[in-house]
DNA sequence: GTCTATAATAGGATAGAC
DNA sequence: GTCTATCCTATTATAGAC
């Protein structure tokens, strides 16, 4: 086996991976150090800076991903119905159906939260832009879609940590399913 | 001020306050110390066996306020509404309006969970059982019942996490305020 | 770019005086 | 029951050889 190559972003998701299992101060870079197969000095060659560094990247790799597979389905100029169900199989995807944390929430209850807070409440509202963008397509009066967009975010926060704790994933895929519809059900 | 004498309960009240700011692994036992005003030594009077023993207690102490503060307004025998009406206002005072976080939720992203898992699970299990006999004595089917329960503990887990992500209290009370009328609508 | 060694610090925990 | 001092370990981070 001729030493797979990781290339930088490689590294950048094993990393994120351990932050999403661990918290940001729950990660020590012994368990970085296995998790990328990189020993700590080629660490700090890579990330001089050190574990903030990696904190940083992590973000941005992150935003760029969120983008791709979460913004891009929803910006989209299909049925809105249509990009609420590509979005949440995108998060499904994102997520590996449940077995993935969300980094985000990872990091706003472990550490990360002080030092990262700007970087995860920038990419929850532009999810939440977004998503209010979908639900006036659909016709829903500008304040119930405000409300619904953040309510959506909360479902997906919520349906990860709680298949967490409760080590059971049916209820993350539940709560997915139920999502397009709770969105779009009538305005009453 | 003849220092105001601190019971053991108001101790385990305080520790979890940190734990719950900054999880299991990023709280040190110097923020113990001070946000309790005892010193090293004394901590360890109270809890010869540590930070571990700490978090033993935080969850016990836990679980006796979870039983009083949001099980028993939804086991009492008043109308389903009322009883979750109640149970949303005790989650609003648990919580302090979404100022405090979810220690379950910041227990399992931050080292805790591996440590007290069952503790963990245990809890929101119970919190989901007694949720779907409401729904049951308002009529709801128990496929329905069980999957709305899931995702009433979703919501709240879900409004703390987001709301200290975007630092934002209103997204809290918003989903709380929707979650009885999202529990009882009709099946259809 | 990776290795070994090592500094420097913080964190958890203990001992003994009072 | 609290204080001071201390130990041990893990952790972050750096230096220098190869």
Request: proline share 4%.
């Amino acid at each position: 086996m001729p030493a797979p190559k990781k290339s930088r972003e490689d590294v950048v998701e094993l990393i994120g991976d351990v932050f999403r299992r661990h918290g940001y101060d729950g990660s020590s870079l012994a368990m970085i150090s296995e998790a990328t197969g990189l020993g700590r000095a080629s660490l700090y060659h890579y990330f001089p800076e050190g574990k903030e560094q990696m904190g940083r990247e992590v973000f941005a790799w992150i935003a760029t991903h969120v983008q791709r597979d979460l913004l891009d389905p929803l910006i989209g100029d299909g049925a809105p119905a249509d990009r609420l169900q590509a979005w949440t199989q995108g998060i499904h995807r994102f997520y590996e159906g449940g077995s993935k944390n969300c980094l985000l929430g990872a990091m706003v209850l472990s550490g990360g939260g002080d030092r990262y807070g700007q970087e995860i409440a920038g990419t929850l509202r532009e999810l939440i832009r977004a998503l209010i963008r979908v639900l006036r397509d659909a016709g829903v009066p500008a304040t119930q879609a405000r409300r619904r967009a953040g309510s959506a975010v909360v479902v997906v926060q919520g349906a990860l940590v709680t298949a967490r704790g409760l080590d059971d994933k049916k209820i993350f895929r539940q709560a997915l399913e139920d999502l397009p519809d709770l969105l779009l059900r009538p305005t009453g």
